[in-house]
Antibody, heavy 120, light 111 residues
Framework: EVQLVESGGGLVQPGGSLRLSCAAS????????MHWVRQAPGKGLVWVSR????????NYADSVKGRFTISRDNAKNTLYLQISSLRGEDTAVYYC?????????????WGQGAMVSVSS | QSVLTQPPSVSGAPGQRVTISCTGS?????????VHWYQQLPGTAPKLLIY???NRPSGVPDRFSGSKSGTSASLAITGLQAEDEADYYC???????????FGGGTKLTVL
């Protein structure tokens, strides 16, 4: 079964750091671009970041540039998001998602989400 | 404020047809970039509904269809059912931002 499972969420103080993980299974992980998307409580989806299959190319939303780092370990079939200098507005459910191999940047497989709460 | 603009809400009675619009600009929908649509049921992760403007992934009913024209796109749902009540999001790529962008989302209520 094709699956993505996030972990690493939790409660963090403002200015703190956290690393989210996304374990992939059921497909050849290295063949796919991967994304992070977040959703603040009661709000809409916001794209965060994207990484190429080999990991050499990355893109970020302006709101997280310089604070978030996307990476992947293809040997472990795992995607990461290192988030630092956390602010209250970073409070959200963070989803990892797989980009379709064809059809533009459509995201065809999503994880269940990891909640990150930023509060003192 | 989202780069792609969607109506906050739409509604329709069972069996009716509803459409959800998604308006962008020349740096996203109005360019070469495709539009994709997602359905998010309460408390669950988003699900891909339409990709590449008008293509349905396996398992998505043909009651759902998409279109794109100029700087706008639309999602149409025919034969509305109670289980279609959800939030719907459009997505595209924006060359000015060098990244993907989502619409603000539309809440569909089945009356």
């Amino acid at each position: 079964e094709v699956q993505l499972v996030e972990s690493g969420g939790g409660l963090v103080q403002p200015g703190g750091s956290l690393r989210l993980s996304c374990a992939a299974s059921g497909f050849t992980f290295t063949n796919y671009y991967m994304h992070w998307v977040r959703q603040a409580p009661g709000k809409g989806l916001v794209w965060v970041s994207r990484i190429s299959g080999g990991g050499s190319s990355t893109n970020y939303a302006d709101s997280v540039k310089g604070r978030f780092t996307i990476s992947r370990d293809n040997a472990k079939n795992t995607l990461y998001l290192q988030i630092s200098s956390l602010r209250g507005e970073d409070t959200a459910v963070y989803y990892c998602a797989r980009e379709r191999s064809t059809g533009g940047d459509a995201l065809d497989i999503w994880g269940q989400g990891a909640m990150v709460s930023v509060s003192s | 404020q989202s780069v792609l603009t969607q109506p906050p809400s739409v509604s329709g009675a069972p069996g009716q047809r509803v459409t959800i619009s998604c308006t962008g600009s020349s740096s996203n929908i109005g360019s070469i970039y495709d539009v994709h649509w997602y359905q998010q049921l309460p408390g669950t992760a988003p699900k891909l509904l339409i990709y590449g403007n008008n293509n349905r992934p396996s398992g998505v009913p043909d009651r759902f269809s998409g279109s794109k024209s100029g700087t706008s796109a639309s999602l149409a749902i025919t034969g509305l059912q109670a289980e279609d009540e959800a939030d719907y999001y459009c997505q595209s790529y924006d060359s000015s931002l060098s990244g993907s962008v989502f619409g603000g989302g539309t809440k569909l209520t089945v009356l």
